[in-house]
């Protein structure tokens, strides 16, 4: 209609429906929502700076190697100090949790997404929320005097028959605060970030796909292998990053459960080790000023390894999410 | 044609049925499998050395594998036989989930409940020792109220406003680089360790600025622990309110920030609260960033910004590594208390959730 009446004063439709006509209340409510979201920026930047920062006298007054040495005395003189057996404890942890959680999460999210019935699955996802509310500290708590117990016997029986591999041997005759232990309380832990985020990857998966798979005679398997997880790969991927972001990070249930020994631990069923995040819990107290300092330090590493995981896992997923039109 | 006997409809049914299928392992066949290996597991359990509770049921899980799956293989062929060991994984892995989740939540109440008691919620442990019976957390209560209304004061508005920057004004603004460099910041914040934002507050706030460790400290961290999921969750709110409630108002000539005050955030806001009351829950429990900001105080203090002040999770620490009888006792009840207090906020906020959801055309 309006192309047949010719009103050359008509302003064009599309100025103004923005907002383009600057108002003084829309130019205050930018202002301000964009200055909470540089806020964060800026948190981000200050969290990087203070630590480089603070940890900058313990480096300076460390006579030892930084990243190789596996001794904790800062506020000795001369002070000596380096992660090494922390990088190790962290690491191995956090990979035995990755290993344990990581195919049971993705089973989950798989049972939520395509196998339960779903007035089932809602109610399965709410659960497995619930382990996610459960705060770090019960988790430890419930480590060393529940699971302990439980778990000698699998300890034990690692070392009569896998003991020729030396992971599960056991010198020690001890099975209680052992790398295993935490590893294990960690992946149920982190259970909950493996399932959520890859069930919503798995609940996007065109329904062309996994239809055309079944008409083709696939089994449920066949089709969960043919046409979800070959979609769901990089959710995959980062939700299982994500989760060992959040192993690695994890505190005060490792620094419960783990005895505070700083040693490099191979015997995973025996005592001993220790991660970064908790060697700060535990020593934050009876540190000096060199002694904070080089808990600052370990801490900055620890935010390093986090950040790189943590950013390669969002860069995945962004890439994915980019091209899948799911959103 | 003569009419068919309802046993011969039903045999050439499957016959047929059968013909385009395959062969199939019989309805029961399932059951079967888990009846013989329980069976045989309880039979290995009473005459070898298979023993133990847990031995025992790994032994029959593992033998219901093999009957189903070698039965299978027989009958139905290698496919459905993969398809079967798979479905029958995926189910165990939801009872993997389940289990410590119901371990944990039983060993809190049972070892809670016993310690529970007026006194335990109404006092401080200001003159007992650890040795001690008695004593309670109540000081605990009230700084971690303290701590976390604080955190939510100020994690709470900032989360939202920086979401409507994301999902109102970022799509439109020039600066397109600024909100996703925003937005991947804020994905990536949720990763920082609670621990690293404890070292940053302790750092910035304790030794730069000279602040002593208090409960505002504490609750400096847990704005920063917050505020990412706010933000998630609000911007995930925002995006979901019709376009055109947004249209209908700018139509009407009402400008921009007087739409999102009036028209969006109302729509949103059963969501925006969910999503809020979901990150203070979060952040309730978390016990490293505390321990790093603040001092551990045995007795009430009331006010936040001076002096030590308890807090449920770092009072559960307290007497737990005191690793006394009667202070890992009143642990657990504190436990029962932080884990009681999580859950009803996360129960609520999903029940506001579910009633209050904007209703997607």
Known sequence: MSTQIEHPATPSPTVGIEGSAVRRGDRVFLGLSRTAGIFILVTMAAIAAFLIWKAIPSLQANTANFFTTSEWFPDQKPSVFGIAALTFGTLMTALIAMILAVPVGIGIALFIAHYAPPRLASVLGFVTDLLAAVPSIIFGMWGLQFLTPQMEGLGKWLNDYLGFIPLFRNDSGQYSKSILIASVVLAIMVLPTVSAISREVFVQVPRAHIEAALALGATRWEMVRLSVFPFARPGMISASMLGLGRALGETIAVALILSASYTINWQITAPGGNTFAANIALRWNEAGDIGLSALVASGLVLFVITLVVNMAARIIIARRSEFSGAN | ?361
């Open chain 2, 1 to 361: 044609m003569s009419e068919l006997t309802r046993d011969e409809r039903a045999e050439s049914e499957e016959l047929l049925h059968r013909a385009l299928a395959g062969a199939r392992l019989p309805r029961w066949g399932i059951a079967a499998s888990a009846a013989g290996a329980i069976a045989l597991a309880i039979i290995l359990n009473l005459t070898t050395s298979v023993a133990g509770v847990a031995g025992t049921v790994v032994v029959a899980v593992l033998l219901f594998l093999a009957i189903q799956t070698t039965w299978s293989f027989r009958v139905e062929g290698r496919r459905h036989a993969v398809d079967r060991l798979a479905t029958t994984g995926v189910y165990a892995t939801f009872v993997i989930a389940i289990a410590p989740l119901v371990a944990v939540l039983a060993t809190v109440v049972v070892k809670g409940l016993s310690v529970i008691s007026s006194t335990f919620l109404t006092t401080s442990m200001r003159n007992i020792s650890p040795r001690s019976e008695g004593g309670g957390l109540y000081h605990a209560l009230i700084g971690t109220l303290e701590q976390v209304g604080i955190a939510a004061l100020f994690g709470v508005p900032l989360g939202i406003l920086t979401a409507i920057y994301l999902v109102e004004y970022a799509p439109s603004a020039k600066s397109r680089r600024l909100s996703r460099a925003i937005s991947f910041f804020v994905d990536v914040m949720t990763g920082v360790p609670s621990v690293v934002v404890g070292l940053f507050i302790f750092t910035a706030f304790v030794l730069t600025l000279g602040m002593e460790r208090s409960g505002f400290t504490a609750s400096l961290a847990l704005t920063i622990l917050m505020l990412p999921v706010v933000v998630r969750s609000t911007e995930e709110m925002l995006r979901i309110v019709p376009r055109e409630l947004r249209e209908a108002s700018y139509a009407l000539g009402i400008p921009k920030w007087r739409t999102i005050l009036k028209i969006v955030l109302p729509t949103a806001l059963g969501g925006i609260v969910t999503g809020a009351m979901l990150a203070i829950a979060r952040v309730a429990g978390e016990t490293a960033p505390l321990l790093l900001t603040t001092f551990l105080s045995q007795s009430i203090n009331t006010n936040p910004f001076k002096g030590p002040q308890a807090a449920l999770p770092t009072f559960i620490w307290d007497q737990f590594t005191s690793a006394t009888d009667a202070s890992v006792n009143r642990a657990w009840g504190g436990a029962l208390v932080l884990i009681v207090l999580v859950m009803v906020l996360y129960g609520a906020a999903k029940i506001i959730a579910r009633y209050t959801g904007i209703k997607r055309g």
